[in-house]
């Protein structure tokens, strides 16, 4: 069994179109081939950002590929404000984030919701990352299990199973995104092992072994080396330290060398 690590940078709504042209210039000047051999890279810029990031990216041949942090669940029509799955595919956008806790807390998306925008981003021949996870009160109770089994359930159940094998669910729980304190690299590894449990129950065995589980919330260069030595953790979704070149390219290269 062999998983190609994912590392993902979530840049969230950071950075106008100049200033992300300069970080990923930044991020190609600092990566070298050898850095990401071994590994998927993806930069996840806000939608305004996108067509510039792409020029440059294509351009100067950054060893990275384009992300979006989130799509419509339709491909057109009348829907102010929304940006299509097809439009993004046209500027080669390959991975689209899906149900970030941001957008399921801020923005009332359901696991309905979320299980419609992985039909589109699939259908739009991009790769889906989709994020479930506990809140704190539902870990104190005791319930992150639960919780992850249903939010997967709804997202695997959403695919057919070679699609689901092929996509990346990212657990990343409320509590640790952007407090700077992570899960331990045990508990990523449990949560991620139920995660992986859960897609085979719905999608069968083999989804559960080639579908990558990156692990989310205040990841940094000191953190990732140990949380993707874990065998159930394929990656990792950074928000925070991935609006730096220097700590993203940090990031890449200690789980390189773990891969
Ligand atoms: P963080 O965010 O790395 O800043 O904690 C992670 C995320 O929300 O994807």
């Known amino acids: 069994m062999s998983r190609r690590l994912l590392i993902s940078g979530n840049w969230k709504m950071n950075l106008d179109h100049l200033q992300a042209i300069h970080l990923v210039q930044d991020l190609g000047l600092r990566l070298t081939a050898a850095d990401v051999a071994g590994l998927d890279v993806t930069v996840h810029p806000p939608f305004t950002d996108l067509r510039s990031v792409q020029s440059v990216v294509e351009e100067r041949r950054i060893p990275v590929e384009l992300g979006a942090q989130d799509c419509a669940p339709d491909d057109a029509g009348a829907f102010t404000g929304e940006v299509s799955p097809v439009m993004l595919a046209r500027l080669h956008v390959a991975y689209v984030i899906a149900g970030h806790s941001e957008r399921r807390r801020l923005f009332g998306e359901t696991d309905e919701v979320v299980a419609a925008k992985l039909r589109a981003i699939v259908r739009n021949g991009m790769t889906p990352i989709c994020c479930v996870g506990e809140t704190a009160d539902e870990r104190d109770a005791g319930a992150t299990r639960e919780r992850l089994v249903a939010q997967v359930s709804s997202a695997a159940g959403a695919l057919a199973p070679e699609q689901v094998g092929s996509m990346a669910i990212a657990y990343e729980p409320v509590w640790?995104?952007?407090?700077?304190?992570?899960?331990?690299?045990?508990?990523?590894?449990?949560?991620?092992?139920?995660?992986?449990?859960?897609?085979?129950?719905?999608?069968?065995?083999?989804?559960?072994?080639?579908?990558?589980?990156?692990?989310?919330?205040?990841?940094?260069?000191?953190?990732?080396?140990?949380?993707?030595?874990?065998?159930?953790?394929?990656?990792?979704?950074?928000?925070?330290?991935?609006?730096?070149?220097t700590a993203f390219a940090a990031i890449i290269r200690s789980a390189n060398g773990v891969g």
């Open 176 to 245: 640790a995104i952007g407090t700077g304190s992570a899960a331990t690299p045990e508990d990523a590894q449990e949560a991620c092992a139920w995660v992986r449990e859960a897609v085979g129950d719905v999608a069968g065995a083999d989804a559960a072994t080639t579908v990558r589980v990156l692990y989310g919330g205040s990841v940094t260069a000191d953190n990732t080396a140990e949380l993707v030595a874990m065998p159930d953790v394929d990656g990792v979704l950074v928000g925070g330290a991935s609006l730096e070149a």
